[in-house]
C-alpha cells in the first residue's frame, strides 16, 4: 500500500513513490490512454507526478495536459512537481548557441506560466530549481518565489541536484521552508550518501526524491565489473526476500537511507507501477543493504 508523507514544516503530501513523466514521449500513447494510465496509477495510491518544462523536448507537460484535460477533476487528487531554469539549444529554440541554467526571476517566471499552459492547471504544487546555476541570485529567486506564491501560481518550492551549502544559500534568502531536494540515488550512483546532501536533509526532516532509481537501466544491462556485481548481489537478495524482480530490491533499498527518500519511477507500463507499489512492504536487513554498497562500491567497509 503507498502511504502519504507529510512534510512537517508544510503539511504538504507526497505519496510514497512518485510517478516520473521524463518519457512520456516516448511511449506512445494517445490521449486517452494517458489519461488512463493517470487513473490506474491513482488508484494504486500512487499520486505524486514529476515533470519539468524540458522533458521530452520540452513535449512531456504538454502531452500530459492534454490528458488531463480530458477529466479536470482528477487535479485535485494529483500533487503536480515540476521544474525549471534549464535552457536547451533546439528547434524550438534556435536562436540560442548552448544549453544553459537560468534562474533569473523573470525565466523562473516565464517557465512557470507556461508550465501552466503546458500542464492544463491554475497551480503547481511544487517547483524545484532543476540544477544549480553558478549565476544563481538567491535574492532574485527569492524575488520570484514570493511573487509565484503571492498569486497562487505555487505552493511550494525545491530543488534539484543541490548540493548543500547550495540549499543552504538558497533556504538562506526565503521565508518558507524549501521542502525536497531531488537528488539521484540507485546502487550504482549514491555519492549523495556521503558528500553531506542526505545528512543535511535528514537533519532538516526533509524527504529526498530519488531519481533514476534504476540508474537507466544499466542495473540490468550494463556489462562492467560494477555493474555485474550489483545485479548479482540483488538477484541474490531478491531469492532471499522471494520476490522475482530486483527492481522491489533496489526500492527497498533506497528506502533504508534514513531521510526516507521518495523514489521516482520511469515506466509508463503500469504493471511496472504495480511491482513497485507491490514492493513497498519489503524491508531489507542493514546486512543486505551493505551487500549492495559493498558490491557497488567493489570492496568492504572501511
Known sequence: MVNQITMVAQQLHFSELVQGYWRLAEWGMTAQQRLAFIEQHLELGVTTVDHADIY??????????????????????LQIVTKCDINLCNTKYP?????????????????????LTNLQVDNIDLLLIHRPDVLMDADEVADAFAELKQQG????????????????????????????????????????????TLDQLQMKRIHPMAWSCLAG??????RSEQHIRVRETLTEIASEMGVDSINQVIYAWIRCLPSK????????????????VAGLDFRLSREQFYRVWAASKGHGVP
Open 153 to 196: 501560481k505555487v505552493n511550494h518550492f525545491g530543488v534539484s541536484n543541490f548540493l548543500p551549502a547550495q540549499f543552504d544559500l538558497l533556504q538562506s534568502r526565503l521565508e518558507q521552508p524549501l521542502v525536497t531536494n531531488q537528488i539521484e540515488i540507485n546502487p550504482l550512483n549514491f555519492e549523495v550518501a556521503h558528500d553531506g
Open 95 to 115: 536562436q540560442r548557441r548552448i544549453n544553459h541554467y537560468d534562474t533569473s526571476k523573470s525565466h523562473i517566471i516565464e517557465s512557470v506560466n507556461k508550465s
Open 217 to 222: 537501466g544499466d542495473i540490468f544491462t550494463g
Open 261 to 276: 527518500p521518495l523514489a521516482i519511477m520511469g515506466s509508463g507500463d503500469i504493471e511496472h507501477v504495480k511491482l513497485a
Open 56 to 77: 521530452g523536448d520540452y513535449q512531456c507537460e504538454v502531452l500530459f495536459g492534454e490528458a488531463l484535460a480530458l477529466k479536470p477533476s482528477l487535479r485535485q487528487q
